[in-house]
């Protein structure tokens, strides 16, 4: 399996004014955030805004994108919902176009028991032969996959990891800790990176990673190096705007970070649009944090 790297980021999907996907700026923006300090992108994850697409546009959205980066890093498709068969069927397509692995989300709205998701992504993973990386997210989903369960899927052959949202430290830890070698465990959010790295942790997919790709790397290479101390100091320097961008809902804050960089991505999709009291209310909020930071993406 080729490498996919430790550090991910759920690049965020850019739009026209008339909201159309603007195919031409997602392939300079995954170009950009490769050479921030991105090892691979995560392509109609959550922060790309794939519940407000459609199949087609994911797929063209997965086909521009990897066109784009070559083999200058990995692109992770989000294929996967709570429909099954659908699932397979746009996973099916995405390994058609030429991604190079699969991000298996946990099913929303139908909460399968433990035995229905192990099925679940079998099916998913028996239907391609790309890599699949779980997504436990239960804040999202209402469901949270169990240690139990993701250590079962651990040992399905093309099931290579897990991107762990849970923010339940012990699970997380039971998880480094039985699963096997070749199994890795990715943060599934930007403050907890530190700890799940010092615990035994692979990496981050990352929403930070489309405004500071090359801090995050900074901070993680502490880590892999020993440097446990200055590693913590960086987690700290960098834990107020891990937390900034969620203030409200993700990816609102990190499409207005890089819109107000002058890296401009267009407005987000209905339902991600706050009216303008609450837009107001956030940007006195999130502004002051966003200043205290550079950019790196350009």
Do not use: C
């Amino acid at each position: 399996m080729a490498e996919l790297g430790r550090l991910l980021t759920a690049m965020v999907t850019p739009f026209t004014e008339k909201g159309d996907v603007d195919y031409t700026r997602a392939g300079e923006l995954a170009t950009a955030l490769l050479k921030s300090g991105s090892d691979g992108l995560v392509i109609g994850g959550t922060t790309g805004e794939a519940p407000a697409m459609n199949d087609e546009e994911l797929i063209q959205l997965f086909d521009v994108v990897k066109e784009a980066v070559g083999e200058n890093g990995a692109v992770i498709a989000g294929t996967t919902n709570n429909n099954t068969r659908g699932s397979i069927a746009l996973s099916r397509e995405a390994e058609k176009v030429g991604v190079d692995a699969l991000l298996l989300t946990v099913p929303a709205y139908n909460k399968p028991t433990m035995g229905g998701l192990y099925q679940h992504f079998t099916s998913i993973a028996d239907a391609v032969s790309l890599p699949g990386i779980l997504y436990n997210v239960p804040s999202r989903t209402a469901l949270n996959m169990d240690a139990a369960t993701t250590l079962k899927l651990a040992e399905v052959p093309n099931i290579v990891g897990v991107k762990e949202a849970s923010s339940d430290a012990d699970q997380i830890a039971y998880v480094i800790k039985g699963a096997p070698e070749d199994f890795n465990v990715w943060s599934g959010n930007d403050n907890e990176i530190f700890p799940t790295m010092v615990t035994g942790g692979y990496g981050i997919v990352s929403v930070a990673g489309n405004i500071i790709s090359g801090q995050i790397k900074k901070m993680m290479g502490l880590i892999l190096e020993g440097e446990v101390e200055a590693g913590a100091a960086e987690h700290l320097r960098l834990l107020p705007i891990f937390n900034g961008l969620f203030i409200i809902t993700n990816p609102i804050p990190v499409r207005y970070a890089l819109n107000r960089s002058g890296f401009n991505i267009g407005p987000a999709r209905l339902p991600m649009i706050p009216d303008a009291d609450e837009l107001k209310l956030f940007r006195e909020r999130f502004d002051p944090v966003l200043d205290q930071y550079s950019i790196d993406v350009k």
